[in-house]
Nanobody, 127 residues
Framework: QVELVESGGGSVQAGGSLRLSCAAS????????MGWFRQAPGKERVFVAA????????YYADSVKGRFTISRDNAKNTAYLQMNSLKTEDTAVYFC????????????????????WGQGTQVTVSS
């Protein structure tokens, strides 16, 4: 069992930056691939970014590529999402998810491929 807690959300003007954190407790953090998804009001949850257990590889949605950076610190059991050049369309609740590497193939951009989720943190970008 893994518990995930997101933090770092808030309100910011367009062009600004925020850094989200996802703190994990429970099993060995390095066993999990980590992903960030977001859900805007009235819309489905969509993939934002993901990072493999070692941190060697990361993946991004086209909409955030070049603006967002996902990282992880396995010693601190924490994953991060650095968000720069924020746009109003980035407004959403952001969720982190964890995928147990021992469970086989991980489709990093599909929510159903994740085993655990945090409660989400709100990001609001105003013009």
């Amino acid at each position: 069992q893994v518990e995930l807690v997101e933090s770092g959300g808030g309100s910011v003007q367009a062009g600004g930056s925020l850094r989200l954190s996802c703190a994990a407790s429970g099993r060995t953090f390095s066993m999990y691939g980590m992903g960030w998804f977001r859900q805007a009001p009235g819309k489905e949850r969509v993939f934002v970014a993901a990072i493999r257990w070692s941190g060697a590889s990361s993946y991004y949605a086209d909409s955030v590529k070049g603006r967002f950076t996902i990282s992880r610190d396995n010693a601190k059991n924490t994953a991060y999402l650095q968000m720069n050049s924020l746009k109003t369309e980035d407004t959403a609740v952001y969720f982190c998810g964890a995928r147990d590497r021992s469970l086989g193939m991980w489709i990093f951009n599909q929510g159903q491929s994740y085993d655990y989720w945090g409660q989400g943190t709100q990001v609001t970008v105003s013009s």
